[in-house]
């Protein structure tokens, strides 16, 4: 249906694109404004960051409407992406809050618009996943130096970040937490989940290309974005960061296990001693990591079991429909449900907050997208010869995977600068899939 709208349209406005030097170089503005969404994510507030994702929404579908030739197909895991943004209509079409729910969706337009035009991008321009990445792997790394530096000089907490009530003072973390806007260091531990995938995917394509030097610098900037992870506190994304090397450990066994069979064991050993003897030489880092498992014993945990229960009971009661879109919508009927004391700015975990926001049904088809998009980029994966390749959709499942898992415990996931990393992953899986696809 869209692709005979644009067909037509595209015969009807040859003159436009003959008589237009951006038209006739779209693709040009569209990548650096793909590039600049991810520069601009690191100092700017989320609004500026969303004007620079519509832009390049917006030239996307004057590309689609112009230029002769574009068209749109969708892959399966695109399919239930469809279903799951008509369900989210729907549930905005029900919403008590209309205004505020309203809000929350048009964010939902320009994510999904940022994905449709990375996807279409990438599609015809493969040869670009490199500098995109490369670009993810600089910001990160720019924000693991700038943890490290706010470290050393010990920052203080802008807010209450962790319970110290039953801590000793050498094991009070100095949690950092980047220039990231809001501060916040649950916040930045997810942008590195997000974004270190991307780095060691740039590390490895440049030893592969056998350009040994960028490569190692690569290999340090990892290095120093993997550690700084470790410095945000942020124990959701500990646990993301476990999946980021166990994935990575799985996708080089591709490579490493049959002919090096025992350089393989000794970086794997050398990696687990490594996190082992940090853990247990930082005062502060093991008290950290101890926390996860004191349960109701320490007060982040109970807050956050106390909001799953309230989010819980918010849920049944509107399990089909959910209550429209948003953290605003979400926090004026949490009060209804909330235990006294314990406000909440969001569910905590990114399943349970679309349960809530657009009910059961909006759920199982963002599941079923997830599920079928990693199933596509696992099978390429298994497939493909082309070592490239493999690194880029590896790094693409492992992101993703690993958002998913550090999403069970929060919900920083729906901050911008994790939401354009996620869809860029999810557009080169989409890409490449539709390529192998044709070829």
């Known amino acids: ?39 601009t994510s690191t100092v700017f507030p989320s609004d500026y960051i969303g004007i620079i994702a519509f832009f390049a929404t917006i030239l996307t579908l004057a590309k689609l409407l112009i230029v002769r030739g574009e068209k749109l197909e969708a892959t399966g895991a695109e399919i239930w992406l469809l279903a799951y943004f008509m369900i989210v209509i729907i549930s905005l079409a029900g919403s008590s809050l209309f205004a505020l729910s309203l809000k929350g969706f048009l964010k939902t337009v320009i994510y999904l618009g940022f994905y449709l035009s990375t996807a279409h991008f990438l599609k015809n321009n493969r040869d670009k996943i490199f500098p995109i990445f490369m670009t993810i792997g600089l910001c990160i790394s720019f924000e693991g130096i700038i943890g490290f530096l706010q470290n050393f000089a010990h920052v203080e907490e802008i807010s209450t970040w962790q319970d110290v009530s039953k801590l000793n003072p050498e094991e009070v973390m100095t949690r950092v937490y980047g220039t990231l806007k809001p501060y916040n260091p649950n916040l930045l531990g997810g942008y590195f989940v ?41 124990r959701g994304s500990y646990i993301g960061m476990l999946v980021i090397l166990a994935g990575t450990f799985l996708v080089s066994a591709k490579y490493l296990w049959q002919n090096y069979k025992a350089i393989y064991i000794s970086i794997v050993g050398g990696c687990v001693a490594l996190m082992t003897s940090a853990i247990l030489l930082s005062a502060s880092l093991r008290a950290r990591v101890l926390s996860m498992f004191a349960m109701r014993q320490d007060s982040s945990n109970s807050f956050r079991f106390n909001v799953y229960q309230s989010s819980f009971n918010m849920f049944k009661e509107n399990w089909l429909l959910g209550i429209g879109c948003g953290n605003r919508n979400f926090r004026e009927i949490y009060g209804i449900y909330m235990r006294t004391g314990f406000d909440a700015l969001s569910a905590y975990n990114i399943f349970l907050e679309i349960a809530v926001e657009s009910g059961i049904f909006a759920l199982l088809a963002f599941l079923g997208f997830i599920i079928s998009t990693l199933h596509d980029g696992i099978k390429i994966i298994l497939k493909s010869a082309d070592t490239k390749e493999v690194i880029f959709l590896s790094a693409a499942v492992i992101s993703i995977c690993a958002l998913m898992i550090h999403g069970l415990v929060d919900t920083v996931f729906f901050r911008p600068q994790l939401q354009f990393i996620f869809w860029t992953m999810v557009a080169v899986i989409s890409a490449v899939n539709k390529e192998n696809h044709h070829g």
């Open 194 to 234: 997000a974004g270190i995938p991307a780095l060691y995917a740039v590390c490895a394509g440049f030893l592969t290309d056998k350009k040994y030097n960028a490569g190692i610098i690569f290999g340090v900037l990892a290095l120093i974005s993997s550690a700084a992870l470790f410095l945000t506190g942020c």
């Open 1 to 39: 249906m869209f692709n005979k709208l644009f067909n037509f349209t595209q015969n009807h406005t040859q003159f436009l694109y003959k008589n237009s030097l951006i038209l006739q170089n779209i693709d040009k503005f569209i990548y650096l404004l793909i590039l600049a969404v991810f520069v």
